[in-house]
Structure formats: C-alpha cells, structure tokens
C-alpha cells in the first residue's frame, strides 16, 4: 500500500493561505484516488477534498471555492492549497489514498486504505 507523507501545516492567520503537501512512496498518485481529510479533538475524521482515479474533483461544502486539491505525477505527490482560512479550519488534516475505493465511498474514511500521519494546522484570530 505504500505510505504518504504530509507536511506544510503550520500557524497562519484569519484570511491566509496554506499549502499542503502530501508525498508517496511505494505507490504512485496517478490513476490512485487520493484525498484530504480533517480531525478535530474528540470528532470524527471529516472529508474535505479528493481526486477519484486522477479525473473529477470533489470538495466539501465547507472549503469549496477556498480549497484546491492537485496532484503532481513527477513529485509523485498530493496538494492541498487552502485560502481564506478560518478558526473552523483549524484540525489535523490527513491524505489519504486507494486504488479501489468508489465514488460512494469517497466521503467516508472507512473505506481509504492508506494513510498520512497528519499535519496540524492552526488558524489564529
């Protein structure tokens, strides 16, 4: 399965942007599902964005128009640009990735079978 990477999660302000990274080794992105995923303390895993099999895009309701989920096939890695970011924003956002999951799962977590070990991002007011 292979394993995923995340970095980029930092500090940032109401209003600014973040960039995350998500690289893999072991398995190619290309043709893979990939997707973001966000965790806060004591709350379920939530969905955020994803790529079904390298072709449409999928958003929350939450970040759509503010987030945008990209892949590079060279660096063989998953992007997560987020703008105009909120205290809502702020959790421990994940990767994750699958070969087989379908287009009815993507939302769920349960059905991704590879994971990141997390990034925290925090928004500061």
């Known amino acids: 399965q292979g394993q995923l990477g995340e970095s980029g999660g930092g500090v940032v302000r109401v209003g600014g942007s973040l960039k995350l990274s998500c690289a893999a080794s072991?398995?190619?992105?290309?043709?893979?599902?990939v997707a973001w995923f966000r965790q806060t303390p004591g709350k379920e895993r939530v969905f955020v964005s994803a790529?079904?099999?390298?072709?449409?895009?999928y958003y929350s309701d939450s970040v759509k128009g503010r987030f945008t989920i990209s892949t590079d096939s060279a660096k063989n890695t998953v992007y997560l640009q987020m703008a105009d970011l909120s205290p809502a924003d702020t959790a421990v956002y994940y990767c994750?990735?699958?070969?087989?999951?379908?287009?009815?799962?993507?939302?769920?977590?349960?059905?991704?079978?590879?994971w990141g070990q997390g990034t925290q991002v925090t928004v500061s007011s």
């Open positions: 994750a990735a699958s070969s087989r999951i379908l287009l009815s799962s993507l939302r769920q977590a349960t059905h991704w079978d590879s």
């Open positions: 072991g398995r190619t992105v290309r043709g893979d599902s």
């Open positions: 790529i079904f099999r390298n072709a449409n895009k």
